[in-house]
C-alpha cells in the first residue's frame, strides 16, 4: 500500500514557476512508477509527465515539453513536477500516481494503469 501527498500548488502569475511534491509513503516506494495527471474545470483528467522507478527515464504530454520536468528522489521517497513558463491553460488541480512497476523499468502514461492516487493540489495561473 503507498499512500501519496501532493504539495506546492499555488497561484503564479503566466511564465511563473511552480515546483510540485509529492511524498509517498512506504518503504518500497523505489518499485514504483510514477505519474503526474491534472483536471482543469469540466475537463477529463489527462496526462502531464511520468517517470520509472529509477528516475532515467521519463514522457511528457506535448503540451508541457520543454516547460516541465520530472525528477524523483527515492532516498526522500518524493516525486517533483518543475513547471516553467507557466501557461492560464496549466491551471488545473494535479494529481500524482503510483503503481508497482513488474516490467523493469518502464513509465506509464494511462490512468488505468495507476493503482494508487493522491488527493491533488491546486495549480492557478492568472494572466
Known amino acids: 500500500q503507498v499512500q501519496l501527498v501532493e504539495s506546492g500548488g499555488g497561484l503564479v502569475q503566466a511564465g511563473g514557476s511552480l515546483r510540485l511534491s509529492c511524498a509517498a509513503s512506504?518503504?518500497?516506494?523505489?518499485?514504483?512508477?510514477v505519474g503526474w495527471f491534472r483536471q482543469a474545470p469540466g475537463k477529463e483528467r489527462e496526462f502531464v509527465a511520468a517517470?520509472?522507478?529509477?528516475?532515467?527515464?521519463?514522457d511528457y504530454a506535448d503540451s508541457v515539453k520543454g516547460r516541465f520536468t520530472i525528477s524523483r528522489d527515492n532516498a526522500k521517497n518524493t516525486v517533483y513536477l518543475q513547471m516553467n513558463s507557466l501557461k492560464p491553460e496549466d491551471t488545473a488541480v494535479y494529481y500524482c500516481?503510483?503503481?508497482?512497476?513488474?516490467?523493469?523499468?518502464?513509465?506509464?502514461?494511462?490512468?488505468?494503469?495507476?493503482?494508487?492516487w493522491g488527493q491533488g493540489t491546486q495549480v492557478t495561473v492568472s494572466s
Open positions: 512506504g518503504r518500497t516506494f523505489s518499485s514504483y512508477a
Open positions: 517517470i520509472n522507478w529509477s528516475g532515467v527515464v521519463t
Open positions: 500516481a503510483a503503481t508497482r512497476d513488474y516490467s523493469g523499468g518502464r513509465y506509464y502514461t494511462r490512468i488505468n494503469e495507476y493503482d494508487y
